[in-house]
């Protein structure tokens, strides 16, 4: 690859549901775009074989111009109905056929720095290849943003290692193994090593567990329910309308937005989660204070006094977004981006205070809303940016 080189006007760094959507509509609009990435890699090396999505499939759809790939039609050409929860082997390979469809010429290979330049951004390939794009639209994803809480931060990742680290929970079989969280990914992480035979014990901060998805009744209450609820299904009854509308929502006073994010992504499981964990021991209301490594296990201390001595501990302790840990953002464009705890300030066509860098995905939840976390934020999020783009350059 080395010395050859194609310029292009956008370069689309990430080929998950953000980056394959924006890539989707970027040229449904003719905009010269070149795409990177491993397709569906955060899905199928760091999500944990026998998952189930925790979105409805009304809001798993990857969203394309046409609205011809959605999930259904992934699942009609198969001959089957889409299944509720959807398996995240489904979810990969609906990804993998989207891309084969709309993204054919992805190319998959790895961004390793990208630059300011006078003719927009350098950017340098993991094999050697530079080129100029005029725009960069970041899809990378939360994987670099893993959060490990400090009391693990000596503990080398064989003895505690965060969920994100795994896509096989079977290899912890025989072993005694403690959870550390109370959301979505740690009640299902204890499901699965319950029942891949692992001794297996949820510790949490929370006081009590919250549980989604209890009253299917309210979905079902024709016009109360579509008032009630968005098909985006992030945040519960009235919030899941609001938080839909991220132009609306940005414009609320921030203390505001900060709480509805919140209730609309706390720590909460699926309801259909509550009978696989049964008979896991789970202790509430507890801080893990201190964590020391004992020969080839851990003995945690916990703010009551009492110890647990494990194999290993298993941090579901989700991802805080900052953005100077994208590996590929040089140092120099990093001290000209405005951020606010980690998160690009961005403005409509999700274009950062660097004009034409483009942040998609979780990174621009703090702008828009929490919505931007979730795979039904990719409709938006790609209109948003071919508005800005064509609008502003004469389309192309
Ligand atoms: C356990 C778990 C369960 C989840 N369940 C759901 C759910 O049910 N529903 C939902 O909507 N969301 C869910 N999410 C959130 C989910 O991660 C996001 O919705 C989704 O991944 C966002 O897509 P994305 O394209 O922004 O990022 P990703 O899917 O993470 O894609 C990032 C892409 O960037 C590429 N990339 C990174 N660095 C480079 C580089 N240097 N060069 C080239 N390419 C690069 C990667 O290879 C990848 O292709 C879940 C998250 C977790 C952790």
Request: with cysteine; proline share 6%; glycine share 10%.
């Amino acid at each position: 690859m080395k010395g050859k080189s194609s310029d292009c006007y956008v370069a689309v760094v990430g080929a998950g549901p953000y980056g394959l959507s924006s890539a989707t509509y970027l040229r449904a609009a003719g905009v010269e775009t070149r795409v990177f990435g491993e397709p569906m890699a955060f899905w199928e090396k760091q999500m944990p074989a026998g998952m189930y999505l925790r979105s409805h499939p009304s809001a798993s759809h990857i969203a394309d111009p046409n609205q011809e790939l959605t999930l259904d039609a992934y699942c009609r050409q198969n001959g089957n109905r889409v299944p509720k929860p959807i398996p995240l082997e489904c979810f990969i390979d609906y990804g993998r056929w989207y891309q084969s469809r709309a993204v054919r010429d992805l190319e998959r290979r790895n961004v390793l720095n990208i630059d300011l330049d006078p003719r927009g951004f350098k950017v340098v390939m993991a094999d050697g290849e530079e080129f100029t794009s005029r725009r960069v639209v970041v899809a990378g994803g939360i994987s670099p943003f893993a959060a490990r809480p400090a009391e693990f931060a000596a503990v080398p990742s064989a003895l505690a290692s965060h969920t994100s680290e795994h896509n096989d929970l079977r290899e912890f079989k025989g072993q005694r193994v403690v959870v550390i969280g109370a959301g979505q990914s740690a009640l299902e992480s204890a499901a699965l090593l319950k029942e891949a035979g692992v001794q297996v014990e949820v510790i949490a901060r929370k006081k009590t567990l919250t549980w989604v998805g209890l009253h299917p009744k309210l979905h079902h209450l024709g016009v109360i329910s579509k008032m009630l609820y968005s098909t985006r299904d992030v945040g519960p009854a009235g919030i899941s309308r609001l938080v839909a509308m991220p132009i609306l929502f940005r414009t609320l006073p921030r203390r505001i937005q900060d709480r509805t994010a919140y209730r609309a992504i706390r720590p909460a499981g699926s309801g259909w989660l509550r009978p696989r964990i049964a008979g896991v021991p789970i202790t509430l209301g507890r801080k893990v204070v201190s964590c020391v490594v004992a020969g080839s296990q851990l003995r945690l201390r916990l703010d009551d006094g009492t110890e647990r001595i494990v194999d290993h501990a298993l941090l579901a302790t989700g991802f805080r977004v900052d953005v100077s840990r994208y590996p590929f953002l040089s140092q120099s464009l990093l001290r000209q981006l405005e951020t606010v705890a980690g998160f690009p300030v961005l403005k409509r066509g999700l274009e950062s205070s660097i004009p034409g860098l483009h942040f998609l995905g979780k990174p621009a939840a703090w702008s828009f809303g929490p919505l931007l976390g979730f795979v039904s934020g990719a409709e938006f999020a790609s209109n948003e940016l071919v508005r800005s783009i064509t609008r502003r350059n004469g389309n192309n």
